[in-house]
């Protein structure tokens, strides 16, 4: 089964972008930790293994544990060219379910840093009564005033510093952001909430989606939100991070 996948090749090194697709819920996140399930770890060592060599990936960005990536790029390098098609069906008959490649091809592009714009999706659900159905999106109230938060996640429009939706814990050292799309669309009993940016900060995302939610309810009032947004405020209450994710990624 897994047998010529390597071809000849006289450069020196080939990158390749792959496209894959996961459920977050049983790992910590994309980047390799000591002691912890990581997507980034499942992969490499399948790489390796397969490929006769060190392979190291590069995703477009981190992930947090238990978020789930519709399309995420990762590029790497190998000493040789590969037949694709065999790899990605090599691949995914060694990786767990909760992981697949979608596809892989030669590329010029860094999967992290030739990035322009990503997006990230977050679900919710509106009920009463917390729904076996509905595993994949967080319970909110049937009275929440969308109202509000569609108000609210215009204010997040444009370049701004988003210190205040950031983790304590951020390695970034700039927290100029700019957000070129947002929108809150309900589906029956689902609430989907979309976010366009150049990138994000740590935790940003869900930082914002908390704070939406309590928008919502009532618990922070909305015209002196939009006087201390990017002045004093600090968000406080972060969403879960199991209904977040990662949607797209654009390369221009």
């Not at 981190?62 to 691949?91: G, M, W």
């Not at 892989?104 to 729904?131: C, E, G, N, V, W």
């Not at 969308?146 to 444009?158: A, D, H, P, Q």
């Not at 983790?167 to 700019?178: F, L, M």
Request: hydrophobic share 35%; proline share 2%; charged share 25%.
């Amino acid at each position: 089964m897994f047998a010529l996948i390597l071809k000849t090749s006289y450069n020196k090194y080939m990158r390749y972008l792959m496209i894959i697709t996961y459920n977050g819920q049983d790992y910590s996140g994309w980047q390799r930790q000591k002691n912890a399930n990581t997507i980034q770890q499942a992969i490499e060592e399948k790489l390796s293994f397969l490929l006769k060599e060190d392979i190291k990936c590069t995703a477009s960005g981190r992930t947090d544990a238990k978020v789930s990536a519709y399309f995420q790029p990762v590029h790497f390098e190998c000493n040789n060219s590969i037949d694709q098609y065999k790899l990605i069906k090599s691949l995914n008959a060694l990786l767990p379910k909760s992981i697949r490649i979608l596809s892989i091809q030669p590329t010029k592009i860094h999967a992290r840093f030739s990035a322009k714009k990503k997006t990230y999706l977050y679900k919710m659900y509106m009920s009463q009564t917390d729904l076996p159905l509905y595993t994949d999106a967080l319970q909110v109230s049937p009275n929440i005033n969308i109202k509000k938060m569609k108000k609210f996640i215009k204010l997040l429009l444009g370049t701004h510093d988003f210190c205040g939706f950031r983790s304590s814990n951020s390695e970034n050292e700039s927290t100029i952001r700019t957000i070129y799309n947002v929108k809150l669309k309900k589906y029956g009993l689902y609430l989907y909430f979309y976010i366009t940016g150049n990138g994000f900060l740590y935790k940003m995302v869900r930082n914002i989606v908390g704070t939406m939610l309590e928008v919502g309810m009532n618990k922070i009032d909305l015209h002196e939100l939009k006087r201390n947004i990017y002045k004093t405020f600090k968000a406080t209450n972060i969403a879960k991070p199991e209904f977040l994710y990662l949607l797209n990624v654009k390369y221009e």
